[in-house]
């Protein structure tokens, strides 16, 4: 019944000067699997000329082509959600608009799937993006393993393949900000993983600044696990435990001798440390209040402005 087999997400924004190499490129690698294809591009909001040329696409291939348009930029994991809820695939391939994951590799991840698998995740083999990327990535990666029950090599590959189910369970989690790897697998069965290539970017530039990446890193943190602030209330806990056993300390030392500890640490460097401590535990206890506020406000996610697409019944 179900005429189209696969179909590919991808998120834009600003990418003017890399779609036409995409387009380049994706069609061809799509039309060779011999499949019922379709591609959803949606629009973040870009800034440039991106929403023309995907016009100019949804006009050129209208048979396999679907555009959602946001009125605003509102993140590369809610763009993707806006396409699981409009996906008519069986399978769906999410994809980075500026061709770091070859589109030619969506092959392979359905041959994984054909294996029996309803999760493929990508590992991007020779990774080409600069060291400090790569080495926050190897320790958020790091991190992520001990506190969720996620198990992924490549968290920040995009270059993924998902069964309709998973996608289905995705798009109706009201979560409003989230992170589509993570979530997915907490839905799979037999996830399994795959190695993909990753070239440099086509062109423009990264759309992550480092702060992005600490709120991304902070969504996946909280978001997937309580671990952060258990963590937390059990440093405080020791911390007041010594503090009782150093005042034992000092009323024992004032007794026999007269004279307080005072200099095990400097005093100031101390309390210097522990106003961090602190601070950083009512950042970490906002971040959760900052999640649930969100959530119970239960806003729109996102809102579009325009989608192009043919009707399912005009498709030959
Ligand atoms: N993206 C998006 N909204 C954003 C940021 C990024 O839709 O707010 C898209 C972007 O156009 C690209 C993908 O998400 O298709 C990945 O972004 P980017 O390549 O800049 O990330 P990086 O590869 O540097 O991690
Ligand atoms: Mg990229």
């Known amino acids: 019944m179900n005429p189209v087999s696969v179909s590919v997400v991808i998120p834009v924004y600003n990418e003017e000067a890399g779609l036409p190499a995409l387009f380049a490129r ?3 690698a799509l039309d060779a699997l011999g499949v ?8 973040d909001g870009s800034r440039d000329r991106s929403a023309a040329l995907l016009k100019d696409q949804f006009l050129a291939r209208p048979d396999v082509t679907r555009v ?12 993707i959600i806006a396409g699981f809820e409009r996906v008519r695939g069986e399978r769906v391939v999410t994809l980075d608009a500026d061709l770091q994951n070859p589109p030619e590799e969506i092959a392979r991840l359905l041959v994984a799937m054909d294996e029996g698998h309803d999760y493929v995740g990508g590992v991007r083999r020779a990774r080409e993006d600069a060291w400090w990327r790569r080495t926050a990535s190897r320790v ?6 001990r506190i969720t029950h996620i198990r992924m090599t490549d968290q920040g590959c995009m270059l993924r393949a998902y069964s309709r189910d998973i996608v289905d369970a995705v798009a109706a989690s009201r979560e409003v900000s989230t992170f589509i790897p993570a979530l997915a697998y907490t839905y799979a069965y037999s996830p399994v993983e795959i190695d993909v290539g990753h070239e440099e970017r086509a062109a423009g530039e990264s ?7 600490i709120r991304l890193n902070f969504d996946l943190a909280t978001g997937f696990s309580l671990v ?3 963590l937390f209330s059990l440093f405080g806990m ?3 435990a010594a503090s009782v056993v150093v005042y034992a300390v000092i009323v024992v030392q004032r007794l026999v001798t007269g004279y307080g500890w005072t200099a095990l640490w400097d005093r100031d460097i101390l309390e210097f440390f522990l106003i961090g401590v602190v601070l950083f535990g009512v950042g970490l206890v906002g971040e959760y209040v900052g999640r649930i506020y969100q959530q119970v406000r ?3 996610r996102y809102t579009v402005r325009a989608v192009l697409e043919r009707e399912p019944s005009e498709q030959q």
Do not use: C, T, W
């Open 207 to 213: 759309k992550y600044s480092l702060y992005k990446l």
């Open 36 to 43: 019922a294809y379709e591609v959803i591009f949606v629009n």
């Open 68 to 79: 959602v348009l946001f009125n605003a930029n509102y993140g590369q994991h809610i763009a």
């Open 26 to 28: 994706l069609y061809p």
């Open 298 to 300: 239960d806003r729109p």
């Open 228 to 230: 952060p602030l258990q």
């Open 140 to 145: 958020m990666n790091g991190l992520r393993e």
């Open 238 to 240: 020791l911390v007041a």
